[in-house]
Each structure stands twice: as structure tokens, then as C-alpha cells.
T-cell receptor
Framework: EPEVTQTPSHQVTQMGQEVILRCVPISNHLYFYWYRQILGQKVEFLVSFYNNEISEKSEIFDDQFSVERPDGSNFTLKIRSTKLEDSAMYFC???????????FGSGTRLTVV | GENVEQHPSTLSVQEGDSAVIKCTYSDSASNYFPWYKQELGKRPQLIIDIRSNVGEKKDQRIAVTLNKTAKHFSLHITETQPEDSAVYFCAAVGRGGYNKLIFGAGTRLAVHP
């Protein structure tokens, strides 16, 4: 699998603060996703992004979340006002134009205190 | 709603033994079933996948079987080694047309020397 870098690798933030998680996809990726994984639990779908707009979102992805691909390269997840329960690993993921399976990013561990 | 059940939650085997992890899915429209291995603090890594037009797929010591009628799929690891110890997740593509993955709860596999 190709490496997909996420930044930061670990972020600690105060409750109520905004955080932006970033992902650098490989150029031929078409479909973009964010998933989260609370410690010790399964990976959960948050949102899918295709053709520069949200194509599907889960119940978890409420109004405090947003996604963008502002410059055609970085893919970002913003959490406007973090809560303690937002503490988790966040993974971006992609499907490429060749129809290959998912590639997951390296992950960002978000800790809200 | 969409759901993937995974069993067992933990599995302990002796080195050299086989390990089998089973999943069932709820959405009969699902057509892609990947398996991921996740080591502590790292991203899920694809180890094998199967599409609904195939009943079995093998890659060295790893095989996956799919029973579409029963909506079951299984991961088989033969000749287990200590480095196979990790959490394994099954997943299925959910409804919606944008290839989101619905994950099982995970199986923690421990291979004892």
C-alpha cells in the first residue's frame, strides 16, 4: 500500500477549541473519506467526499464537523468545538482511480482535555 | 441498518496453528469485503479482500471465503506466527454508492510461541 501522510500525528486540544486534521492524498485518488476509531473500538465511517462535495455522512458527522479539499491537494477535517468524546484516532482514506481497495492514512490521534 | 458482526472478539492460538475469524453482514447489496490488520497505534492495513463474484481467495498463508447466500465471510490464517498477533477487522461496503466501509468490532489475535 502507498503511504498517505496525515498531520499532525498527535494533537492535544482543550475542550471547545477548533482542530483541523490534514491528509495528503495520492494524485489519482477519486473518493475521499474520514473515519474515526475510539480507543479499543471499531473503525467508524464519518464522511465521504467526491467531486469536491460531501456524498454521504454518518450520524456522527454533525454540524461541528466539516471537510474540505481547499487547494486540490490537502484533504481536511475540521472540528469546530471539540468535546471530550471526540478523542479518537482519525483516519483519512481513499479509493484510487484504478478501482483498487482503500488506502488508509497514517492517522491522527486527537486527545481532547 | 447496516451492520457487520465479527466473532470471536479474542482468539488465542499456539504458533503453527490455524486461526479463523468469521463475519456476517446485513446488507445483501454489499459486494466488497476487505480484511484489515491493525497493530497498536497504527493504521488499518489491508491484508486481503474479496469481491462478491468470487467464493474464495488465497494469498500465501491467508485466505478468505465468502458465502453470499448466508451473508458470511471468513478469514483463515494458517501456520500462524507471533508476528500475526494484532487486531483484525472485517468490513463490508455499505449502501449509498460511495463505497463507505462498515467495520466489524475486531478480533484480537494472540499467537503464542
Amino acid at each position: 500500500e502507498p503511504e498517505v501522510t496525515q498531520t499532525p500525528s498527535h494533537q492535544v486540544t482543550q475542550m471547545g477549541q477548533e482542530v483541523i486534521l490534514r491528509c495528503v492524498p495520492i494524485s489519482n485518488h477519486l473518493y475521499f473519506y474520514w473515519y474515526r476509531q475510539i480507543l479499543g473500538q471499531k473503525v467508524e465511517f464519518l464522511v465521504s467526499f467526491y467531486n469536491n462535495e460531501i456524498s454521504e455522512k454518518s450520524e456522527i458527522f454533525d454540524d461541528q464537523f466539516s471537510v474540505e479539499r481547499p487547494d486540490g491537494s490537502n484533504f481536511t477535517l475540521k472540528i469546530r468545538s471539540t468535546k471530550l468524546e471526540d478523542s479518537a484516532m482519525y483516519f483519512c482514506a481513499f479509493i484510487g482511480g484504478t478501482g483498487d481497495g482503500y488506502t488508509f492514512g497514517s492517522g491522527t490521534r486527537l486527545t481532547v482535555v | 441498518g447496516e451492520n457487520v458482526e465479527q466473532h470471536p472478539s479474542t482468539l488465542s492460538v499456539q504458533e503453527g496453528d490455524s486461526a479463523v475469524i468469521k463475519c456476517t453482514y446485513s446488507d445483501s447489496a454489499s459486494n466488497y469485503f476487505p480484511w484489515y490488520k491493525q497493530e497498536l497505534g497504527k493504521r488499518p492495513q489491508l491484508i486481503i479482500d474479496i469481491r462478491s463474484n468470487v467464493g474464495e481467495k488465497k494469498d500465501q498463508r491467508i485466505a478468505v471465503t465468502l458465502n453470499k447466500t448466508a451473508k458470511h465471510f471468513s478469514l483463515h490464517i494458517t501456520e500462524t506466527q507471533p508476528e500475526d498477533s494484532a487486531v483484525y477487522f472485517c468490513a463490508a461496503v455499505g449502501r449509498g454508492g460511495y463505497n463507505k466501509l462498515i467495520f466489524g468490532a475486531g478480533t484480537r489475535l494472540a499467537v503464542h510461541p
